[in-house]
Structures are given as C-alpha cells and as structure tokens.
C-alpha cells in the first residue's frame, strides 16, 4: 500500500467534507501540521470541530481556519494567545469546549485505544464537571468522587512528524512529540507530514514513536519556516 502523496491538497482527496471533526497535533506553533492546515484552509471545509490544544494564534496554525470561519467548535485546553478565537467566543460565533491538558490528551488516547470513556478526578467540583456522570471510588481518606469523559474518535487526525519512513513509521522531535501521537491513533483516517522521508528499514524500532499502522497517508511537509510565538529579547549589556 503506497501511504506517499505529493502534497497536502492530494492526500487529502477525498477525507474532507463540511461538519467533519478533526484532531489536530501540535502545542502552540510546536509541531503543527502546516502543510495540511493550509490545504483544510484552501479547500473551504466548513463547520468544523476540531479537537487540539489550542487555535494556535492570530493567523497562524489554526488560527488561519479561524480566520476563514470555517471552525464551528473547538475543543480545546489552552486558548489565551488568540484574539480572533476570544472575538468569536465571545460573541458567540465559535462554541467552545474547555478541557483540561491532560484530560484532552487522554480523550484522544482513550478514542483511538477503543476506550468510550474513563473517570478522573481533574475538574471536579468545577465548571468542567457540569453535565458528566460522577461516580464514587474509594481514595486514600476514603470514598472520592469522580467524572465521566468520553473518549474522542475523529473523522481524521492531521499531525506533524519529524522523520518518517515510507511505511510511515513516525518519529517526532522533542516536544513536538507532544499531542501529535494521541491525536493521531484518535481519527479514522491519520494524514501525516514530515520534515524528512527516509527509506523502509532505515529507523531504528525502539525509536519509532507512532507505528505506520496508524498512518494512512504521508507527505513530506519540508521547508519549514520556524514561527516563534512570543520574542523575547534583552538590551545588550555595555561592556
């Protein structure tokens, strides 16, 4: 089965359509999937529901779909650097559903592993618990309540990889490991790209993060160009 693409329009072919949910990798602009947000961008996919971390920020990652309007819900942990998604929540364009960091990455775990759902203490007695089932079990002082969360399926997974061999055995960089490998397990169709494509045999398997078996379709997303969110300077000292 050849899993390679030309590009982000072609592997893409075919898994969009309006109302869809995607899991998207990445952290900030650490480790997003560019190529094929740009493509989601281009192809005027609407109504969306995205599962990630955050919307990125203003005109960037995927801030850039918010821009287009064409995100109906975010389901998200982290938003603060993002005034257009501030603008549309707030005025009641965008529905958002907060999710604590962990809790959203074992949603997405939880989904791709066949899990429909599992307790956790992290939200309760919060506004997160609002709605959700709660159960008791005991604790170290005793009985504890607990939440129910419901494991995330997605439509399709876009990640972003670092190297990947043409079975797509995938390999992510440092932190951008991050998000990208419970997002990518969590969709039905897993669209990845990557900064290098080497042959089959050629990586190491006790490096392999993501087996190829998750990975449907793969594109070599390079050159990048490294955004960085914030600059942070200092005035030289005077010697």
């Known amino acids: 089965m050849n899993k390679l693409f030309p590009d982000a329009t072609t ?12 899991c998207a990798g990445g952290f900030g602009l650490c480790g997003i999937p560019e190529r094929l947000i740009d493509a989601i961008r281009d192809a005027g996919t609407k109504e969306l529901t995205i599962a990630s971390n955050n919307a990125g920020i203003d005109g960037e990652g995927l801030g850039k779909l918010l821009r287009t309007r064409q995100v109906k819900k ?7 650097e993002n005034k257009e998604f501030e603008r549309q929540y707030l005025s009641g ?14 949603r997405c775990r939880a989904g791709g592993a066949g899990i429909p759902g599992f307790y956790t ?3 309760v007695g919060t506004l997160v618990a609002e709605g959700k089932p ?11 309540d607990y939440i129910l969360e419901r494991g995330i399926v997605a439509d399709l997974s ?10 797509g ?6 932190t951008a490991r991050n998000f990208n490998q419970p997002m990518a397990t969590a969709g039905r169709i897993c669209v990845a790209e990557v900064e290098e494509i080497v042959p089959v045999g050629s990586l190491d398997p006790d ?33």
């Not at 975010?74 to 603060?80: E, L, N, Q, T």
């Not at 364009?93 to 074992?106: I, R, S, Y």
Request: charged fraction near 25%.
């Open 11 to 22: 592997a893409l072919e075919g898994v969009l359509h309006d109302g869809m949910t995607i």
């Open 74 to 80: 975010m389901i998200s942990s982290y938003v603060g």
């Open 93 to 106: 364009e965008l529905e958002v559903e907060f999710c604590p960091q962990g809790t959203l990455a074992e």
């Open 121 to 123: 203490r992290t939200g």
């Open 134 to 144: 709660v159960m008791q079990f005991d604790g170290p002082n005793g009985p504890e």
């Open 158 to 167: 876009i990640v972003k990889g670092w190297k990947a061999d043409a079975a």
């Open 169 to 174: 055995n995938l390999i992510f960089r440092k």
């Open 207 to 239: 490096q392999v993060h993501l087996p190829g078996i998750y990975v449907n379709r793969l594109i070599l997303g390079a050159p990048y160009d490294k955004k960085i969110e914030f600059v942070t300077t200092r005035e030289r000292e005077v010697a």
